[in-house]
């Protein structure tokens, strides 16, 4: 088992009940471990919720995390994963002043070469959309931040385990 610190996606499956974030959140506040990254949405079955959490430290902490993650009663099962075992995304939105999009042509080009869109567009400021994995999305605000960012904000990580997390059988059960 390795003792080095590294990212870990934690998928947690729960029922969703009201205060559970809280105790989740706790749990990694007692050890002092920063949660890099967080989201809760509704998971592949019906009445279930996913929580996918992004944490640095070693292998032996993160199995003890998970073994009081799973103490808790609304949580069906947690995994945990390594940045290879997972296919993610991350999302971001930029606010820009308007005048910078038509006087600014290398704006424009950023926004071609990073696969970036634009959501909206008006008098005062347009907004750029980007989905990418977290290195494509530091590279563009650090290119935007050259112009001047309005406001910038970025979601959690969104993720899906390369191999099957054999949760389905789990799942369906669950459910009857």
Do not use: W
Not at 6 to 11: D, E, H, K
Not at 31 to 44: A, C, D, F, G, K
Not at 45 to 60: G, H, L
Not at 126 to 153: C, N, P, W, Y
């Amino acid at each position: 088992m390795s003792a080095e610190k590294q990212l870990y996606t934690v998928s947690v499956y729960t029922e969703n009940n009201i205060g559970l974030l809280n105790r989740i959140s706790a749990i990694f506040q007692r050890r002092h471990i920063n949660i890099e990254s967080l989201n809760t949405s509704p998971s592949e079955i019906e009445s279930v919720s996913r929580f996918t959490i992004v944490i640095n430290m070693t292998e032996d902490n993160i199995k003890k995390i998970i073994g009081q993650i799973e103490k808790q009663v609304e949580v069906i099962k947690a995994y945990y994963h390594t940045e290879d075992e997972i296919i993610y995304q991350e999302s971001c939105i930029f606010k820009m002043r308007s005048a910078l999009l038509f006087d600014e042509r290398q704006i424009q080009n950023i926004i071609k070469e990073s696969n970036a869109r634009i959501v909206t567009v008006n008098r005062e400021f347009f907004v750029i959309e980007k989905s990418g994995r977290k290195e494509e999305i530091e590279l563009l605000h650090r290119e935007l931040s050259a112009f001047g960012i309005m406001q910038f904000t970025r979601s959690g990580r969104i993720a899906v385990s390369k191999e099957e997390m054999k949760i389905s059988t789990m799942l369906e059960a669950f459910q009857h």
